[in-house]
């Protein structure tokens, strides 16, 4: 539409500007260009046509306020591009899903998953799964894990913290992992190919010489002095180790013992070590007593438990609670949306492991558009209850077992609710289930926030698909509601439940006064969202990026072209909406539409009321009128 309008039609919408009531600017406001509908492949059925079709908004930005107002009406968000199912056309369509955090009630399967991470925390959980992590995989850092992690960790996270035992199988993992590692940097330049080093091996460090050894005597378990012999040879034969900014440094023990102790660093934790450079020494602790300087500044919540999540302006220094177990130390950090490089290669492991994308698919570019970027106006805690501690905006929730990042939540905190939209997790740590513990202390941060914020009530788990399996996970979370596609009340699940098993569209508000008696048992509903927990146990609380990536602006054919009216369930009156109203944005200008619609010709104007038509029926009356249909 932007490059239909003639210069002579520009320049009469700036004279009937200057004679009309133009709107003023706000301190934050919604802008957004009008993408229109679009079709696509689907990621959740597969289709392989173009059966998914939605309307798509770019925005500029958007106040929380109103991202709220269309969270409503079934918008979601990827990164800066908003999209909403056309429901009674699309493939597989999509309900938005939300629980009151006040009401909710967990489930048999979610007590077992805090019980499991609070049993993981204190030394006391014995993992059983050898065969859950036998399939080779690479670290953050791109390092192979060649060594059944689980098989080793049942060996070392004992009841209780007793001795470790087999200590042969755990020197022999050290050794791979440090042998991989060795190999890892020569591969990426660091140590030079044409020199041959020796395999490592590592000892069992006697409590007699351990004062001798480390710079602190605490729990001090295992040693290497690989170090010295790489250093050795790399002498022998007059080399030197590159670091990434080409920069050569000479092979000490010492320094060679650092460049190991970080790569290997996620290779131990996820066995209950930690790893430390000392004078040359590569040593390995125990993570079972935990440092003097850890104190307990907060508690995660289990299913009946609430916490606090203090600070202001979304610091992450004030925003973080941390339980401290016997065993190890879990940290949870709400911080605002920005890229952090470690993040990012958690997300990257995350997705080629678990959701099989090829590396060169997962990009820091397609990673920012899809989970940092986004066009939220944040709003600072105002002290008056209106808006809680931390802000309302985008926010990234950090997890972390003893400094070492395991999972990241990324949500949008607003007016009314908590927006879960994405969950990647460490795949080494897949049998703590960590999609469904990370929504529970996300529900229970909405609750404990209701104090501070009296509108915040709600926790959005984003679409649920029931045409789709993997996606039914979310009504696990109960009591949940779905919201009517058509007139955008809220629909009590355990009615929407069985009209879905028939129809895939339903005009959910039709069944709303529905007894209980005349809809499936809660009872039953919940055995059979057991049952299915079960089939999925890995799902996290998210959806497939795939799926999401494919809503982008450019995955979309257009299809404005398509006859027949926008859906069926609309009635004339809904559809022959008012445009008048629409505040459109041009040229640093926010007018009224019906302020200017006789500058444009008559063409123009058909064509641009047409799209107006559309997105008005989209995002509804209220919101037309205040978000900035830009045009240029």
């Known amino acids: 539409m932007k490059d239909r309008l003639p210069m002579a039609d520009k320049k009469k919408i700036k004279s009937e500007a200057s004679s009309s009531s133009s709107i003023n600017n706000r301190r934050a406001e919604s802008v957004v260009d009008d993408v229109g509908r679009r079709r696509s492949s689907c990621g959740y059925c597969k289709s392989g046509s173009n ?78 799964k050898p065969d859950e992590q036998n399939e080779t995989s690479r670290d953050s850092n791109g390092l192979p894990n060649n060594v059944s992690v689980s098989s080793v960790q049942s060996n070392v996270m004992v009841d209780n913290g007793a001795q470790m035992n087999n200590l042969e199988q755990v020197m022999h993992y050290l050794s791979e992992q440090i042998d991989s590692v060795v190999l890892a940097c020569t591969d990426r330049g660091e140590f ?55 920069h050569c440094v000479e092979p000490t023990p010492k320094f060679i013992a650092e460049v190991l102790s970080g790569h290997l660093y996620n290779l131990v934790s996820a066995i209950g ?216 009340q809220w629909v009590s699940f355990d009615i929407a439940r069985p009209l879905l098993d028939r129809k895939r569209y339903v005009v959910l508000s039709d069944y709303a006064t529905l007894q209980n008696e005349a809809a499936s048992s809660p009872d039953v509903i919940e055995d059979q969202i057991e049952q299915e927990e079960e089939l999925f146990p890995e799902e996290s609380n998210d959806i497939p990026v795939d799926a999401d990536e494919e809503m982008s602006e450019l995955a979309f054919e257009d299809s404005d072209d398509e006859s027949g009216p926008e859906t069926t369930s609309l009635s004339p009156a809904e559809m022959r909406k008012d445009v008048s109203n629409i505040v459109i944005g041009l040229k640093g200008m926010h007018l009224k539409y019906k302020d200017i619609r006789e500058a444009f010709g008559a063409n123009e104007r058909n064509y641009l009321e047409t799209q107006l038509h559309k997105y008005v029926t989209a995002v509804g009356t209220d919101l037309s009128e205040r978000i900035i249909y830009s045009l240029g």
């Open 192 to 246: 030079p190919s044409d020199v041959q080093f020796s395999k490592s091996s590592v000892k069992n460090v006697a409590p007699a010489k351990r004062k001798l050894q480390a710079e602190t005597a605490q729990e001090l378990l295992y040693s290497s002095n690989i170090s010295f012999q790489i250093a050795a040879a790399l002498r022998r034969a007059n080399k030197s180790v590159h670091q990434k900014d080409d």
């Open 273 to 488: 070590l930690s790893v430390k450079a000392c004078n040359g020494h590569i040593n390995f602790y125990s993570t079972q007593i935990q440092s003097q300087a850890d104190i307990t500044v907060g508690k995660p919540a289990g299913p009946k438990d609430s916490f606090t999540s203090s600070g202001s302006k979304g610091s992450s220094s004030n925003n973080s609670r941390k339980l401290q177990a016997k065993g190890q130390s879990l940290e949870i950090r709400l911080k605002m949306s920005s890229f952090d490089p470690e993040e990012y290669a958690l997300y990257r492991r995350y997705q080629i492991k678990v959701h099989n994308d090829t590396p060169n698919h997962v990009t820091e570019s397609s990673y920012r558009r899809f989970l940092v970027d986004s066009p939220l106006v944040f709003v600072p805690t105002s002290g008056d209850g209106t808006v809680p501690p931390c802000g309302f905006g985008s926010f990234h929730q950090q997890y972390l077992i003893n400094g070492r990042l395991v999972a990241v939540g990324v949500m949008d905190i607003l007016p009314k609710c908590l927006s879960s939209k994405y969950l990647f997790w460490d795949p080494d740590l897949a049998f703590l289930s960590l999609g469904k513990y990370s929504a529970l202390q996300e529900i229970n941060w909405v609750s404990e926030n209701q104090k501070h914020c009296p509108s915040l009530q709600y926790y959005y788990l984003g679409y649920y698909i029931h045409s789709c399996s993997k996606m039914r996970y979310k009504a696990a979370y109960r009591p949940s509601e779905l919201l009517c596609p058509l007139r955008y």
């Open 51 to 128: 059966t998914s079709i939605t309307h798509g908004l770019w925005a500029h930005s958007l106040t929380v306020y109103d991202y709220q107002a269309l969270l409503d009406r079934g918008w979601r968000r990827s990164g800066c591009f908003l999209y909403k199912p056309e429901m009674e056309k699309t493939c597989c369509p999509s309900y938005t899903i939300r629980l009151k955090a006040s009401d909710f009630v967990p489930s048999k399967e979610q007590v077992r998953v805090s019980k499991r991470m609070q049993r993981f925390l204190d030394g006391s959980l014995n993992v059983k």
